[in-house]
């Protein structure tokens, strides 16, 4: 049967833990006084779609029903789950939430949203205290896994094992703190972190683009895989996080900061971190944890490249430095059109450069190809350019993480909307690991049909069919072959 939850307060919030439900098959009715609450949610309800479901491997569910009502009490009833996201005032979150009671069973689970509310606070205000947990998410709340949970003392082991099964469900990461403090525990990270930035804005030591830069293009990457703690315990090397705390501990007490007021990194903390951090991550290697630290770095920037964003930026630069055409190209041999290392991310479960990535590897060639013919940036911003319509790829050998590859590109028919290419992929030792014949067509991009390409491009292609003429051509040759006929 269809799950139910409620989302009581659909806001910024609000609207993305209900795209998270829906997404995730659960039927949602909703509740917000806002006049523009509908428009508002669909809004974010199109982002979450287009987004949240490619993150998976596998299809979500089929999405469930959307309700909006008029009323807590037409929103709440027969719900599993009740969310509560109003504005962040103590009075109408302990109106709003016994309201929510009111139409409520008493052993559904309701959520507070509450960035900086304790469960004692939300429950000195409700008939029903037990009921409410903290579920503190981060926004966006359809992407992003983490959510606080923080439990009212009167609550049961079985209700938080509950919610927090249920968060699991929906795909969820749930912290379960096992006290309350104001704030919980990641916003009092971002307090400290905007209290510093504000100073560094006020002081004109930096101005917001450049405090963002250190963050973005350094720590906050490091952060997003490893958090604080493993990170530091690398950073004390092979001497371990005892070794950190002693050579650091001594700055705590230096201005390096405006939160001066810092715990004394006496002895038992020293303990008690040494031996958490033991728990955390001692199990593996310094060296293990650098390489595992490495892939994960690797791995995210190489997206970020893909977006053209922060530190993925400066990589698309430094790579358009190391791309610098070289001044002639001799046409009258098979033409350089790639040459890269293996990236950690291509390889698979067998440890060797996943077969897709060979394709990745020859189109890249082929596009290096189409620039160096003058079917570039502009010519392409002009309304041409080539689509690929056949591809035969041969997998001759292995290649692995970090191995450097070159690939060479031979026309083989560049005449009319023909474009005819065979690259070869080599590895380091120069051994032939891949080829790949493609075939492309001139298109319009307005039309998106096939029309001949420039003058001048048709030129270009002539001068290196000619050029290419005497090779030998490849052992086998599959695009425009007719199937055998028996
Ligand atoms: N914005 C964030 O980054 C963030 C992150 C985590 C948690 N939170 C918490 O989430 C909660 C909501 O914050 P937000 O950023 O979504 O605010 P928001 O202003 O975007 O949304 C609040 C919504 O509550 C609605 N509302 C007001 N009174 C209501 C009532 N009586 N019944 C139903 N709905 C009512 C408003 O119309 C509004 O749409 C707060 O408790 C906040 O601390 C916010």
Request: with cysteine; proline share 5%; glycine share 8%.
């Amino acid at each position: 049967m269809t799950r139910r939850a409620a989302i009581v307060g659909g806001g910024v919030i609000g609207g993305g833990w209900l795209a998270r439900f829906l997404l995730n098959g659960w039927d949602v009715a909703v509740f917000d006084p806002d006049p523009e609450a509908q428009r508002k949610i669909a809004a974010v309800l199109a982002n979450a779609r287009r987004s949240l479901p490619g993150l998976y491997d596998a299809a979500l569910p089929p999405e469930g029903t959307l309700r909006f009502c008029d009323s807590i009490d037409a929103a709440v009833a027969g719900a599993e789950w009740v969310q509560e996201s109003v504005s962040e005032r103590l009075d109408l979150k302990h109106r709003v939430l016994s309201q929510i009671q009111a139409a409520l069973a008493p052993d559904a689970v309701i959520g507070s949203s509450t960035s900086g509310y304790k469960p004692s606070d939300l429950g000195g205000g409700v008939p029903r205290p037990a009921q409410v947990l903290v579920a503190h998410p981060f926004n966006p709340v359809y992407l992003l896994p983490v959510v606080e949970v923080v439990a009212h003392t009167t609550a049961t082991q079985d209700f938080v094992d509950r919610a927090m099964g249920i968060l699991r469900s929906i795909g969820m990461k749930p912290l379960h703190l096992k006290r309350e403090i104001d704030a919980h525990v990641a916003d009092r990270f971002l307090e400290a972190v905007w209290r510093e930035a504000l100073w560094l804005v006020k002081d004109d030591i930096a101005t917001t683009a450049e405090v963002d830069d250190a963050i973005r293009f350094g720590f906050g990457i490091r952060w997003a895989q490893m958090g604080l703690f493993e990170t530091y315990r690398i950073a004390g090397g092979e001497a371990g996080m005892a070794h950190f705390l002693a050579q650091f501990g001594p700055c705590l007490t230096w201005p390096w900061t405006k939160l001066m007021d810092v715990p004394d990194l006496d002895d038992a903390l020293v303990r008690k971190i040494s031996e958490q951090s033991d728990a955390q991550s001692g199990m593996r290697g310094i060296r293990e944890l650098e390489r595992i630290r490495d892939d994960n770095l690797v791995a995210m920037m190489r997206a970020l490249k893909g977006r053209n964003w922060a530190s993925g930026q400066t990589l698309r630069e430094h790579d358009a430095r190391l791309r610098e055409p070289s001044a002639t190209v001799d046409w009258s041999q098979p033409v350089e059109t790639a040459a890269r290392a293996v990236p950690i991310d291509w390889t698979d479960y067998n440890g060797h450069m996943n077969e897709c990535r060979y394709l990745e590897l020859s189109s890249a060639a082929t596009d290096r190809f189409m620039t160096l013919i003058g079917c570039d940036a502009d010519y392409i911003a002009n309304g041409g350019s080539y689509f690929t319509v056949e591809t035969h790829l041969r997998h001759l050998d292995e290649t692995h993480a970090g191995e450097r590859m070159r690939v060479t590109t031979q026309l083989l028919d560049g005449t009319g909307k023909k474009l005819h290419l065979f690259n070869r992929l080599y590895n380091e030792a120069g051994a032939l690991v891949a080829t790949a014949e493609h075939v492309l067509i001139h298109v319009s991009l307005e039309t998106r049909r096939a029309c001949l390409p420039t003058p001048s491009l048709q030129q270009r292609l002539a001068v290196i069919q000619a050029g290419h003429a005497g090779l030998p051509q490849p052992e086998v040759i599959h695009c425009g072959r007719r199937p055998a006929s028996n």
